[in-house]
């Protein structure tokens, strides 16, 4: 007997050719007998700009969503805005586009859903970070899959970060920064600052100044 699964649905808001498979993507998991919810502005953007059928499409918003997997319609950057919005839920997310980290080109869908079905298929695990603030209202999801970054604002100075591991000083650092990376963003935004390639598995976290007054800290 088929599983019923139930998949949350995000989606690139920019571009419509990136959006060009969705109506075949809903036909496959109509066929199926799933469950689909929709953020609230993939949908807005479907129905504005495509002809699919979004009929009987739950809707929600930010992170308020259940699922058992996440489906990504996009590039790299819509990837990681739904990780962030999937968070700590520990559910997995698959992309439909070719990409860094796309796993499905469009013409694999039929024959991806009949192994995701069949349960053949592997999840692999990534650590997210999750940022928390003492004293100020943060904007966006408080997750991230590739880096956190702390910058400057827009200033000939310097600033001050002071780092602590489990309440113990580790360093303060005069620079423009620090980037704050998992394995997964390690190839991103810290390599292009000089910090270092890590195996995605080994659950490692690094820290990478940006532009350091001081080179012992690199």
């Known amino acids: 007997m088929q599983r019923n699964l139930r998949f949350a649905l995000f989606g690139n808001t920019y571009q419509e050719h990136k959006s060009a498979h969705v109506t075949h993507l809903l036909e496959i998991l109509r066929g199926k ?3 689909i919810c929709i953020s609230n502005e993939f949908y807005d953007f479907l129905k504005q700009h495509t002809k699919a059928n979004l009929d ?7 992170y308020d969503f259940n699922a058992d997997m996440a489906l990504s319609i996009g590039g790299d950057g819509t990837f990681l805005r ?3 919005r999937v968070g700590k839920k520990e559910i ?13 080109s469009p013409d ?9 079905y069949e349960g053949k298929y592997l999840a692999e ?9 003492e004293g100020y209202v943060l904007k966006g999801y408080p997750y991230g899959l590739n880096e956190i970054a702390i910058l400057k604002r827009d ?6 970060i002071r780092a602590y591991i489990n309440s113990e000083p580790l360093c303060s650092y005069q620079a423009d920064g620090l980037i704050i990376a998992t394995p997964t963003g390690s190839t991103g935004y810290s390599l292009s600052v000089g910090g270092p390639i890590l195996v995605p598995q080994s659950g ?8 350091p007054h001081s080179l012992n800290v690199r």
Do not use: Y
């Open 33 to 35: 007998g799933a469950e």
């Open 56 to 62: 009987g499409l739950e809707i929600f918003k930010g």
């Open 82 to 84: 739904a990780a962030s």
């Open 92 to 104: 997995p997310i698959n992309t439909g586009r070719l990409g860094f980290l796309a796993d499905i």
């Open 108 to 116: 694999q869908m039929e024959e991806a859903f009949d192994e995701i």
């Open 125 to 133: 695990p990534r650590r997210v970070l999750h940022l928390t603030s």
């Open 155 to 160: 200033s000939s100075s310097m600033i001050t």
């Open 204 to 211: 490692t976290i690094s820290l990478t100044p940006v532009a």
